[in-house]
Structure formats: structure tokens, C-alpha cells
């Protein structure tokens, strides 16, 4: 199992006038000379550098307290995920896994080499206590391919003891500035061992392509969620919190833009791009919605008078969800290592390349894109309308759970359109949000009361009382009745502000 450690550290330039004295910041009672270590790594990426383009190392590292492989996604300015996996000759799987995503069907390669002699030094306080450590790094560095060359530099780094406040990093950096020692250009040393060992011709990078045309912007939505579905594919991989849900989510957005601006990009290329979409949605769901349905129905027992609670209602309970969840840790994984995972990835990859543009694409953002958003408001105001017209009971339930699918393409098409039309879209996504949540809870008690009558009847099965079971049905019907009283107001307000 591979080890993972917050990185929060900061880099600066160095010259031949070393480290300066850092006694006098705040809170530092002692700076102990750790020595001299000899570090000698190796980075590798594909032959186009996928992983340099997101940010992210891969390393082999011998030399120093923590020798093995370094795997670092990144968080925030100066700030990165550190997985580490012992040393070894080839890539360790877990971290070839994690990068997949990015890498693809490509060979992951040795393309630079970095050889530093790191001068290091403890700051402390008052108790012995590590605040950071400092270190100054001579640094050689090599491109194995392609025709690049080799460069030399020294830098500072202050990377934050584990558990540290960030705050004391700005202590030091005041104390270094002072000194006359600026901030690194580089984000990393291997950014800037790439870009000064670099082939001249590449060194150059083209600025980004200005959105102008409603094709633009819309391209640049799908180009979002398609790196969001990247990005999370290691979060998911390592079970991060909430991370199946949002890239649930983005399988979701994509999918909702291409419906929405169907006069911008052809549904001949999307439509099928989005049943795949839909296929990794509901294998990342497979345990998901079994979850919420267990939380929900577990909190629901829990807040029962214990009178109300008669058998083994519980037992029953978590019985039932271990039966019923189809899926597993193995089986998600299993899907993101398939080829069937890495196609979608692809596809998504060729149709921002070589995107199927109609006419409506090269016309002015402002009346394509508030058009197409205002198409998907007037239809979901038709099923609104037509759920309300109906008597409470199934029909009713079927509408309601259909206007809220309308709803979260309502909202994702106001979310890809803020950069449009501004306040409005902001307004309109906010308001679709708030119904979406109303006929979300009014989807999830229907759901609910299913459960209820599934695992009444195995419970009459079983020679056990099905009291609370009835109670719980009851206390579900009564919560839809109150989201459904609810629906028309809401919608009336969201009629009246949401949309100009």
C-alpha cells in the first residue's frame, strides 16, 4: 500500500551566497545543520510529457531519508499530494495505476535525470520541535531523450513540517526576501529541468486560444469536464471522499451539454460519446446510490422513538444493503483499468481536437449559447407544469422525477453559460440547484418507500414484525406530500426571480 503525504513547501533562487541566517524568524529558537545528502532521481513520463502538461511527477529516487518512488499530484500553488512506493526497477503498479488516466496506452519512460547535493537545515522552536525543513540544492540536470541537453542551477526550498500552520512559510519567506532571495519562475525542479534542457524550437509554448464563438465557450465546457474526469480518476482510485460523486457529476455534465447545444455540436458524434458517458455514470454509481439509500434509511430508524422500533430492524437493514450492493472497490477499478474506460477517455480527447462544429458554432456567444439555455428552461417549465397537473400517485411521482432530470440539465446548461451571460445564468443555476434538491428528496423518498415494502415482506418472511417498517412508509409519504405542497411556491418564485 502506497503512502501518501501532504507536500507544502516553497522554492526560491540561490546564488553562490548560500542560505541566508535564519535565527531571526519568529517562532525559530535554533537552525541545526542536518548535512550534506546526495539525491539522484529519475523522472518519467511519456514521450509527449502527459504528466508534465498536468503537473504531476514520477520519480526514482536513491539518496536522502526517503529513497523509492514519488508520485506528486498537484493541490494548490505550492502544494502537492506525495505518494510514495518503495524503491523498485520498474514502475510500481498502484502509481502506474493512478496515472492511467493521463498516460493512456503510453509507455511511461526515464526523461530526465536530476543529481542535487542538498546542503539541509532544521528550523526548530523553543521544545526541539520541527517547524520546516531548508535545504539548498546543487542541481544537475539531464533530458534522457530527444536531442535536450543539460543544466545547472542552485535553489532554496522550505518545505513545511508535517501537521505545520502554513503561516510560518510567510515568516520565512519575509525573512529570505530581506535577504535579497526571490521566489523560483519554476514550479517544480523538474519543470524547470524540462524547460532548460528543452530543444530550442520547443521552448515556446502557443497562449491560449481566446474564447470568441459560441462553439468556443462550449468547447471550452467540455473541455473542462473532461479534465475534471482526469483529474479525479486518482481520487477515485484511492476511495478520496466524495470523489465518485463528482466525477459522477462531470460524466453528467458532458452529457447534459451535449443535449443542450445540440445546434452547436452535431449529436451524430456526441450521442454516442454520451451513452458512454452514461455507462461510466452508472458503474460509478453501482455502490453509490445503494449508500444513500442505506444512509438515509438508517438515520430514519434512528430517529424513531424506541417504542417504534420493534424486531431486528437494524440487523434486517444492514443485511438487506450487504445483499444488494452490485458493486465493489474491485469492480470500480476494474472498469477504470478496462479498455472501455480509456475509449471514452479517447473519444472525448478527439471530439475537443476535431470537434463536429455546426453553423450555430461560429455565431456570437451571447444569443447561441442564452438561446439554447432558455429552450432547456421553457422545457423543463412544460414538465413542471404537467407534474402538477396530476394527481398524487405514481403518475405523479414519474413526472416529478422527470422534471428534476430537466432540472440538472437546466442547471448544468446555466452553469456553462455564466461566463456568457453573467448574473442571469448565475441566478438560473442557483434557482435550478434549489429545485433539484426538492425533487431530489421527493425522488429519494419514492425510492425509499420501495425499500420499505421490500424489506417488510422479508421481514414478514422471517417470522418478524413489520411494524416499523409501516411506520417508516408512513412518515415517507407524509415527507413527499410536504416536498409536493412545497413544489408549487417554489416553482412560482423561481418563475419570478430566476429568469429575466
Given at each position: ?163 505545520g500552520d502554513p503561516v510560518f512559510l510567510d515568516k520565512v519567506e519575509k525573512r529570505l526576501r530581506k535577504a535579497g532571495v526571490q521566489p523560483s519562475a519554476s514550479s517544480s525542479k523538474l519543470a524547470r529541468a524540462l ?273 416499523t417498517y409501516g411506520v417508516l412508509y408512513g412518515r415517507e409519504e407524509q415527507r413527499a406530500a410536504a416536498d409536493e405542497a412545497e413544489l408549487p411556491g417554489t416553482w412560482t418564485e423561481i418563475n419570478r426571480r430566476a429568469w429575466p
Open positions: 500500500m502506497a503512502d501518501i503525504k501532504r507536500e507544502i513547501e516553497r522554492k526560491y533562487e540561490s546564488d553562490e551566497s548560500g542560505l541566508p541566517d535564519l535565527t531571526g524568524v519568529a517562532g525559530v529558537a535554533a537552525v541545526i545543520d542536518k548535512g550534506v545528502a546526495h539525491l539522484d532521481a529519475t523522472y518519467y513520463d511519456t514521450a509527449d510529457e502527459r504528466l508534465a502538461a498536468s503537473k504531476v511527477t514520477l520519480r526514482r529516487r536513491t539518496g536522502g531519508s526517503d529513497a523509492g518512488w514519488h508520485l506528486k499530484f498537484p493541490v494548490a500553488p505550492g502544494v502537492r499530494d506525495e505518494i510514495h512506493a518503495p524503491l523498485a526497477d520498474t514502475v510500481p503498479r498502484p502509481l502506474a495505476g493512478l496515472v492511467r488516466s493521463r498516460v493512456r496506452d503510453g509507455e511511461l519512460l526515464p526523461v530526465v535525470r536530476l543529481v542535487s547535493d542538498r546542503d539541509v537545515r532544521h528550523l526548530v522552536d523553543a521544545d526541539g520541535r520541527l517547524l520546516a525543513e531548508v535545504s539548498v540544492d546543487a542541481v544537475r540536470a539531464e533530458r534522457l531523450t530527444g536531442k535536450g541537453g543539460a543544466a545547472e542551477w542552485t535553489e532554496i526550498e522550505v518545505e513545511l513540517a508535517d501537521g524547460e532548460e534542457t528543452a530543444p530550442k524550437k520547443r521552448r515556446k509554448s502557443r497562449a491560449a486560444r481566446e474564447a470568441v464563438t459560441a462553439g468556443d465557450h462550449v468547447l471550452a465546457y467540455v473541455r473542462a469536464q473532461r479534465d475534471a474526469l482526469v483529474e479525479l480518476d486518482p481520487a477515485v482510485r484511492q476511495d478520496v471522499y466524495d470523489s465518485v460523486h463528482r466525477m459522477r457529476v462531470a460524466t453528467r455534465r458532458l452529457r447534459s451539454v451535449f443535449r443542450s447545444y445540440d445546434r452547436v455540436l452535431d449529436r451524430a458524434v456526441t450521442d454516442p460519446v454520451g451513452e458512454e458517458l452514461k455507462w461510466l455514470a452508472g458503474e460509478l454509481g453501482v455502490d453509490r446510490d445503494q449508500e444513500v439509500l442505506t444512509e438515509r434509511l438508517t438515520a430514519a430508524v434512528d430517529a424513531l422513538p424506541r417504542a417504534l422500533v420493534v424486531g431486528p430492524v437494524r440487523t434486517r437493514l444492514r443485511t438487506w444493503s450487504q445483499a444488494r450492493r452490485g458493486g465493489s472497490r474491485r469492480r470500480l477499478i476494474a472498469v477504470l483499468d478496462g479498455a472501455r474506460y480509456l475509449e471514452l477517455l479517447n473519444a472525448l480527447d478527439a471530439l475537443i481536437t476535431d470537434p463536429p462544429l455546426l453553423k450555430a458554432a461560429s455565431g456570437k456567444p451571447e444569443a447561441v449559447i442564452a438561446k439554447a439555455v432558455r429552450k432547456d428552461f421553457g422545457r423543463l417549465a412544460g414538465l413542471v407544469e404537467q407534474a402538477l397537473a396530476r394527481s398524487a400517485g405514481g403518475e405523479r411521482d414519474l413526472a416529478l422525477h422527470e422534471a428534476r432530470k430537466k432540472a440538472k440539465r437546466t442547471r448544468y446548461a446555466a452553469e456553462s453559460a455564466v461566463d456568457v451571460m453573467g448574473r442571469p445564468a448565475i441566478g438560473l443555476a442557483k434557482a435550478m440547484k434549489d429545485l433539484q434538491g426538492l425533487l431530489g428528496d421527493h425522488q429519494d423518498s419514492v425510492m425509499t418507500r420501495q425499500a420499505l415494502r421490500e424489506l417488510a415482506r422479508q421481514a414478514h418472511s422471517a417470522g418478524e414484525s413489520t411494524f
